[in-house]
Structures are given as C-alpha cells and as structure tokens.
C-alpha cells in the first residue's frame, strides 16, 4: 500500500494504527496459545487418570506401624539409638549393677566406647 499524497501526521497516525493493530493480533494469538497449552495439558491429566491408570482399590489399607523405641518418651518413628536403654547420662561408672544389666539388655554388642570394648564400661 503506498502512502502518496499524505503529510507527515497523517504518515504517523497510520503507522501508529498499525503498530496498534499488529499489537492487538499479538495479544490475540498468545492468549489463543495459552487457551490451546491449557486444553492440551487438561487433555493429558484427563487421559492419564481415565485411561493409564487403574482404579484405587479402596479396600486396601496402606497404613504400617512402625517400630518405635519402648523406653523413649519422645516417640520418634524407627528404632533408632537410645544410649543405656534410656538412662541418660550414660555413665556407666555411676549406675548400679541392675542398671548396667538393664543398660546392656540387647544392647550387645554396640559399644567400644573410649576403647573399652563390649564390657559396662564401653
């Protein structure tokens, strides 16, 4: 389209029309991309929970205690390490014989503390 015969300001209020039209298209052809994006990923979740994966079965249960230690006040989940059977500190010097029995109650063998070996004093 050729722009003869026009002035200056004439030439400018067109080129700003079509920088407005080409910026309206613009936003126009993102948000159709957008729109497209969107159905195409809903489509994606709708197949994979339709189709690929199986029903849950609401009968099983998946729930499963877990080991916790008998003498620990604090019930933290799994095993874990409790230092003479709970008597905290754990100085074997100052327990009593009971207590030294109790301390290495399936305890055995786990210590070699300061090179003592599996005795009460390690």
């Given at each position: 389209e050729v722009l003869v015969?026009?002035?200056?300001?004439?030439?400018?209020?067109e080129k700003k029309k079509a920088k407005?039209?080409?910026?309206?298209?613009?936003?126009i052809a993102l948000l159709v991309c957008i729109i497209v994006i969107l159905i195409i990923?809903?489509?994606?979740?709708?197949?994979?929970?339709?189709?690929?994966?199986?029903?849950?079965?609401?009968?099983?249960?998946?729930?499963?205690?877990?080991?916790?230690?008998?003498?620990?006040?604090?019930?933290y989940n799994g095993p874990g390490y409790m230092g003479c059977n709970g008597y905290v500190p754990c100085q074997p010097v100052y327990l009593s014989e009971e207590n030294l029995a109790e301390r290495l109650?399936?305890?055995?063998?786990?210590?070699?503390?300061n090179g003592e070996g599996d005795t009460p004093k390690g």
């Open positions: 015969g026009m002035s200056a300001k004439e030439l400018e209020e407005a039209l080409q910026s309206r298209n613009d936003d990923t809903c489509l994606v979740v709708f197949v994979k929970i339709k189709i690929i994966d199986e029903p849950p079965n609401p009968n099983i249960s998946t729930f499963r205690p877990l080991v916790q230690m008998v003498n620990s006040n604090i019930r109650d399936e305890a055995m063998p786990c210590h070699n503390y």
